[in-house]
């Protein structure tokens, strides 16, 4: 049974940073395409940042220079580091493994006060 299981969020002032953790079990995170994804209220989900297999990582424009995605294989977790946080991040965040038939976490909360 695959799970993936993000913590880290909470409630930060603008400017601030935040760590979010992707736990997996059931699968190896080492060989599959990680992603990080947000939803807003009243938006679509989206992209926020994600890393393949063989390391590569890719990220939405907004978050460029800010964000940074990792992947500790030891761990079997992937990591969203956020730094300069400002309330536009506001949303929740989630997980996901694989491409044509992903898993998804539950999701984590992050708000960013002004």
């Known amino acids: 049974q695959v799970q993936l299981v993000e913590s880290g969020g909470g409630l930060v002032q603008s400017g601030g940073s935040l760590r979010l953790s992707c736990a997996a079990s059931?699968?190896?995170?080492?060989?599959?395409?990680m992603g990080w994804y947000r939803q807003a209220p009243g938006r679509q989900r989206e992209l926020v940042a994600r890393?393949?297999?063989?390391?590569?990582?890719d990220y939405t424009d907004s978050v460029k220079g800010r964000f940074t995605i990792s992947r500790d294989n030891a761990k079997n977790t992937v990591y969203l580091q956020m730094n300069s946080l400002k309330p536009e991040d506001t949303a929740v965040y989630y997980c996901?493994?694989?491409?044509?038939?992903?898993?998804w976490g539950q999701g984590t909360q992050v708000t960013v006060s002004s």
């Open positions: 059931g699968i190896p995170v080492s060989i599959y395409s």
């Open positions: 996901k493994a694989g491409l044509r038939t992903p898993y």
């Open positions: 890393i393949s297999s063989g390391g590569l990582t």
